[in-house]
């Protein structure tokens, strides 16, 4: 059974302009998935895993509503039929910058 992969706008010019991928192999774990990902789309490999091939400190993947990252990482499982989304970490903020008066 097919993998969904669903990634962000800004990676679809290195997809074929494809937002949505599908992963036809039943890959067994994330490893596999990427692996399946990189020989349809080689272009995305260096845009989210870094060049000893762990995941970007700045990309999340997510199997199901799962994040990798609190999971088993590469090892994570990929069920059949499930759906996988790569997303752009997200992170910031500020803290308010009003000064109380005294």
Do not use: C
Request: charge should be negative.
């Amino acid at each position: 059974m097919a993998v969904t992969v669903r990634i962000p706008t800004y990676l679809a010019g290195f997809a074929g302009g494809d937002s949505v991928l599908t992963v036809e192999t039943g890959p067994r774990n994330v490893r596999e998935m990427l692996d399946a990902l990189w020989q349809a789309h080689p272009a995305l490999r260096d845009r989210i895993v870094d060049e000893q091939g762990q995941i970007r400190q700045h990309v999340n993947i997510f199997v199901g509503e799962e994040a990798v990252a609190w999971n088993e990482g590469l090892d994570s499982k990929v069920p059949d039929g499930v759906e996988v989304l790569i997303v752009p970490a997200v992170s910031g903020g500020s803290q308010s910058t009003t000064a109380s008066r005294e």
